[in-house]
């Protein structure tokens, strides 16, 4: 029985041919993330102790205050040291030859003096030893044509550029310090001065040789106190080893999230073409069971073919996923992706890969497998039995309606509720009741789809609508399939318009000036915000800041843009905001019994309540509506210290929007640590990550929408050699080879449309479900379709219905029409 399996295999390896391409991809999916991932482990490991090669013990704060530059000084003096330095990591702006800011974002670093605790890679000269030296990584120094000696400004939130002579360059490559823009070292209290900060992030510290390590740092921690925690040398490598590895395991969960898509979706591909081949062999299978082979025999036979195409498929998936972690890793270092590491093929990547698809194939044949042996020998022997197109049993129908009412009742009580386990419960619940129930659904909807194709082609429209609702159970399976990958893809592409819109719609209500002046990773300059409004071109200069006292959110306010953001006046004058005059949002009135011309204190000076306002913009750090608006100027008295992140500009009366620009670009060419964009740009700027995040789950779901699409292929293929005689008689009654190609063509458009259509239906409730709950949680999101993507992923779904009937149409005419009639 097993040579006569493996010989059927051999003779029928054209027909499985695509079924083993849905396994040979999702295989490679499988092991191709998990090599690129394994590389990066080994990366991680390899990285992390770059910085700390001569570092015996680190001190580090016990909570979030930075550690003081007194401290270092005390740490140094402690009996055993040999070195001690402070580290600050930071973010800073470089700018070029050309007086312009260096494009990327810049990581600036404090770098010890002391020759014992240094660790970078010197390309060219030295490290900076003293005040007015830096040093940048050798790429940008070549690209900007710095030389040793030339002076490079450098700027950072603690005021404009400042000029430095380079000193050196240095390798940071491939490290945690290579974050895709220009690296900045300065000794510590350039970094300190630089960036506006008061301390340290932690303190290197070396032992003196033939020092106990131990017993310095026992000295160290009674110097430090409680308020400071000093770590072993063995503790800061394996912290920062778990921290990259966590990152690296975070990545690999979220890309095993669309390999599982993926997957699934191979699956029903797989259980598709077993169950379309195992009914095109009854008549051999009852011949086999007529001279003595079992019942068990058959099923173990089918079994045992399912596994040996799912162990060679997937063998060749393996090798499919080594190339595709090299093109991954490949991509990841065009794009400057830290941590891309190399390829580390495994024993366990192989062998999971290897039971993977195996197993996968195996337990998607079980099904067909089963019922193709339940046929009676005698029964399988007649000309009914060799295409089955016996529907889906009752109780499959009811339990799938069920799901699908429940699924779609869930979505749309999601926001009632409040619960986004319920979007997410919804989803699959209406997935799996479009599987339960997708006899009677998709045949349905095919059938509405075909009605052009009828009224267009005639009789080989019809020829072709009676051909793809034949078999209810087959059509669903495969249209399923499609569902999957386009319902998600379809989710995220509505969710991500609708999420741009709201975030557009944001900017739009909380900006309300022709230019915005942001800070490239960090706050804005102290001194920026008043040399600005110090110009004359420029009329208002705002710099959201805010704050929380005692439980109440303290907000920076401009009396020209004040207004903007409220929802209404209740009482009073929301224009008279200004010196000691305040407006008091309507929560914190209630609950305080504040009116107009109340007094109210903040941070130990009174102010008058000018107006008693609402705000649909929620309270960040307090209870809501909790809130009290200040003048500019007000807010910088008592928190001269707190920087915004974000200026709001408009041009002064009678100025052009040109001269203004110009006026706030001669202000910024000393500061490269911020930009300047108008509101369109700003928008972009804001949405520019979603739609990254959009293109990279598009990408990645991609592979399961080619799954199943070779899924229709494999169908149609199937289906034409099932049909070799029936395909006989119609051309020997006259259908031409192009309308036989019209028919399968059809065919194709019809399965791929409805699990299409399907796809996007699901995916645009999930999407609005989610957007309603994200309403009623306090945001301002509205769903909105993107037709035109959408429309998208119809067309190209159609487009490649119509490219897999291809083959199918070639075999279907390859064989002479006399020769296809003596088929059995």
Excluded at 100 to 118: C, K, S, W
Excluded at 235 to 253: H, K, S
Excluded at 308 to 318: H, P
Excluded at 341 to 363: A, F, H, M
Aim: charged share 15%; hydrophobic share 55%; proline share 4%.
């Amino acid at each position: 029985m097993i040579r006569l399996t493996l010989r059927s295999l051999r003779a029928e390896a054209l027909r499985m041919l695509l079924s083993a391409l849905a396994v040979v991809l999702g295989v490679a999916f499988v092991a191709g993330t998990m090599i690129f991932v394994d590389g990066m482990r080994a990366g991680a490991y390899e990285r992390a102790g770059t910085f700390d090669r001569h570092t015996d013990l680190g001190v580090y704060s016990a909570g979030q205050e930075l550690l003081p530059p007194a401290l270092v000084d005390r740490v140094r003096a402690v009996d055993g040291v040999a070195a001690a330095a402070g580290e600050l990591t930071n973010t800073a702006g470089v700018l070029g030859s050309d007086g312009r800011p260096v494009l990327g974002f810049t990581m600036l670093v404090a770098i010890p003096t002391e020759q014992a605790l240094r660790s970078y890679d010197v390309v060219a000269g030295r490290l900076p030893d003293r005040a007015g030296e830096v040093v940048l990584d050798a790429p940008t120094a070549a690209e900007e044509g710095f030389a040793l000696g030339a002076e490079v400004r450098v700027g950072g939130s603690g005021g404009a550029a400042r000029p430095y002579t380079l000193v050196g360059t240095v390798d940071v490559a491939g490290t945690v310090r290579d974050v895709g823009g220009p690296f900045v070292g300065l000794v510590g209290p350039d970094a300190l001065a630089l960036t506006g900060q008061r301390g340290y992030g932690r303190i290197m510290v070396a032992a003196r040789p033939g020092v106990s390590v131990a017993a310095v740092t026992e000295r160290v921690r009674a110097v430090a106190g409680g308020e400071a925690t000093v770590k072993s040398r063995q503790r800061i490598l394996d912290e920062a080893v778990e921290e990259a590895v966590r990152n690296a395991d975070q990545f690999r969960m979220l890309l095993l999230i669309f390999v599982a898509v993926a997957v699934v979706v191979a699956g029903f591909v797989i259980a598709n073409t077993f169950a379309i081949v195992l009914a095109q062999r009854t008549r051999r299978t009852a011949l086999l069971r007529l001279i003595g082979a079992t019942r068990g025999q058959v099923f173990r036979s089918a079994l045992l073919e399912s596994a040996v195409l799912g162990l060679v498929a997937s063998a060749f998936g393996v090798l499919l996923g080594v190339a595709l972690a090299g093109g991954l890793r490949l991509l990841m270092s065009q794009l400057d992706v830290l941590g891309a590491g190399g390829l580390t093929v495994t024993g366990s990547t192989v062998l999971t890969g290897l039971v993977l698809g195996t197993g996968l194939t195996v337990c998607a044949a079980l099904l067909p497998a089963w019922r193709g042996t339940r046929i009676a020998p005698v029964a399988a022997l007649t000309d009914a039995a060799v295409q089955p197109s016996r529907g889906a049993g009752r109780l499959r129908l009811a339990f799938g309606a069920v799901l699908l009412g429940v699924g779609v009742a869930a979505l749309a009580g999601a926001a009632s509720a409040r619960q986004l386990v319920l979007v997410a419960a919804g989803g699959v619940l209406t997935f799996f009741g479009i599987v339960l129930f997708g006899p009677v659904l998709v045949p349905a909807l095919a059938q509405v789809f075909g009605w052009p194709a009828r009224r267009v082609l005639g009789a080989v429209g019809a020829l072709a609508v009676a051909n793809t609702v034949r078999n209810p159970r087959r059509v669903a399976a495969t249209a399923t399939a499609l569902v999957i990958g386009i319902g998600l893809v379809s989710a995220f592409m509505v969710g991500a318009r609708s999420t741009k819109d709201g975030i557009e719609r944001s900017v739009d209500a909380q900006i309300g000036t022709d230019f915005v002046v942001s800070g490239i990773g960090q706050d804005l300059p102290a001194a920026l915000t008043g040399e600005l409004a110090a110009r004359p071109e420029l009329g208002v200069v705002h710099e959201q800041r805010h704050t929380v006292v005692a439980d109440v959110e303290i907000r920076a306010a401009h009396p020209a843009l004040v207004s903007r953001t409220l929802g209404g006046v209740l009482a009073g004058d929301a224009t008279r905001v200004g010196p000691g005059q305040v407006l008091v949002h309507r929560e914190l009135a209630q609950a305080r019994g504040l009116r107009v011309g109340s007094p109210v204190t903040v941070a130990q000076r009174s102010f008058r309540v000018a107006a008693v306002v609402t705000d649909d913009t929620p309270a960040d750090g307090a209870p809501a509506g909790h809130v009290i608006d200040m003048a500019d100027a007000d807010f910088a008295a008592l928190f001269p210290g707190q920087r915004g992140f974000l200026a709001e500009i408009d041009p002064a009366a009678g100025v052009s929007a040109e001269q203004a620009r110009d006026a706030i670009e001669a202000v910024l060419a000393r500061y490269p640590t911020v930009n300047l964009m108008d509101q369109g740009a700003y928008k972009k700027m804001l949405t520019g990550t979603v739609d990254m995040l959009l293109a990279f789950v598009t990408a990645l779901l991609g592979l399961a929408v080619v799954i199943a699409l070779v899924g229709v292929a494999n169908t149609l293929s199937l289906s034409v050699v099932e049909r070799t005689r029936e395909n006989a008689v119609l051309r020997a009654v006259g259908l031409t080879r192009g309308r036989m190609r019209a028919v399968l063509a059809v065919e194709a458009v019809l399965m791929a449309l409805v699990g299409a259509v399907l796809g996007i239906g699901l995916g645009t409730g999930v999407s609005a479900s989610a957007m309603a709950l994200l309403t009623r949680l306090g945001g301002d999101f509205h769903l909105v379709l993107p037709l035109g993507q959408l429309g998208l992923i119809l067309g190209v779904a159609v487009l490649a219905a119509l490219l897999a009937s291809v083959l199918p149409a070639r075999r279907a005419l390859s064989r002479p029409v006399v020769e296809a009639l003596a088929d059995q």
